[in-house]
């Protein structure tokens, strides 16, 4: 019973780990930034 808790709980954790860092590589993608609010063409 104590490696099938061991086990699962070290699933779920890897899994979420897996998850939040596919939030960041695709959430905060830089590239699409530029199409939501383009850089000005003007300096001021």
Do not use: C, N, W
Request: net charge positive; charged share 15%.
């Amino acid at each position: 019973m104590f490696v099938a808790t061991v086990l699962g709980f070290s699933s779920v954790l890897l899994i979420s780990i897996a998850f939040f860092i596919h939030y960041l590589r695709v959430g905060l993608d830089s590239k699409s930034a530029v199409t939501v609010d383009p850089q000005p063409k003007e300096k001021y």
